[in-house]
């Protein structure tokens, strides 16, 4: 059976789907963005919203009851791949060896003008 997973410690949903769904021993985080808990973006450019979109995963997986270090697989989307760089550091300071599987990749856009967007899949205990 599949429940949704919601928490105030990372911006609500902007469109009709869940911050998170449980469902057989896997958590599907939805992607996050660099918006603090009441929907307005960080500053601090790619780097400050990737440290955002990350902080905002972790709460989404306390709320499940695991934890970012039990993730499976991320993707990163960057309005410019000359970000990379930048949001490779952050994203390397979240996690430790054996790393996530991981995509990451260019797209024309994302919502509210955000510059990163990552989404996860996480293992429950």
Not at 41 to 52: D, H, K
Not at 70 to 84: E, M, P, S, V
Request: hydrophobic share 45%.
């Amino acid at each position: 059976m599949r429940r949704s997973v919601t928490t105030p410690d990372a911006p609500a949903a902007i469109g009709p789907y869940s911050q998170g769904i449980r469902h057989d021993g896997l958590l599907w985080c939805s992607g996050q963005l660099g918006l603090d808990p009441e929907g307005r973006m960080v500053p601090g450019g790619a780097a400050g919203e990737a440290r955002q979109a990350l902080v905002n995963l972790e709460a989404v997986c306390r709320e499940a009851g695991t934890s970012l270090a039990h993730a499976l697989r991320c993707t990163i989307y960057l309005a410019d791949l000359g970000d990379f760089a930048a949001v490779n550091a952050v994203y390397a300071e979240a996690f430790q060896e054996p790393f996530p599987a991981r995509a990451t990749v260019q797209v024309a856009a994302l919502p509210k003008g955000g510059r990163v967007e990552i989404d996860a899949v996480v293992a429950l205990p």
